[in-house]
């Protein structure tokens, strides 16, 4: 279920603050969790997962900075995007020119279909009501 709350943010159509339904986040899930996961539904255990987990972020990374992009199977992919200054001209355009380097993720369409509003599966949390009587209680 994704919890979710109310965030004041200016409208950028008319510079009015407004009220906006934001994510609010529980908690940060990471290879420990993941492993401990994955162990319990099969047969292979959490010291050889943490590995195979920690190589793939190796690869991942090295992959990215050798330019290619890494699609991980129905999860999508990952690339590199570039921020830069133009140039008057092509032959101008020179690696003093970026900025920044940017990763981007490109969900693969099933998970797009699982984050879709039609999807029985994806159900919200609304926030909880603060007290009439101010107490929050």
């Keep these: 279920m994704i919890k979710y709350k109310a965030m004041k943010r200016k409208n950028p159509k ?16 990471g290879f420990d969790q993941i492993a401990d996961a994955i162990q319990a ?25 050798a330019g290619n992009s890494v699609r991980l199977g129905q ?9 830069s200054r133009p140039s008057e001209s092509e032959d101008k355009v020179t690696s003093e020119n970026i900025k920044a380097v940017m990763v981007r993720f ?5 998970m797009l279909g699982q984050f879709q509003l039609t999807n029985p599966n994806l159900r919200f949390l609304a926030p ?6 101010g107490t929050g209680a």
């Design 14 to 29: 008319n510079g009015r603050i407004a009220y906006y339904a934001a994510v609010e986040n529980e908690k940060s899930v």
């Design 41 to 65: 539904e099969c047969t292979v255990h959490r010291a050889d997962i943490l590995a195979v987990l920690a190589t793939l972020e190796e690869q991942v990374i090295s992959n990215l900075q």
């Design 75 to 83: 999860l999508g992919s990952f690339h590199v995007t570039l921020k």
């Design 106 to 110: 490109r969900k693969s369409r099933r």
């Design 128 to 133: 909880k009501k603060a007290a009439a009587d």
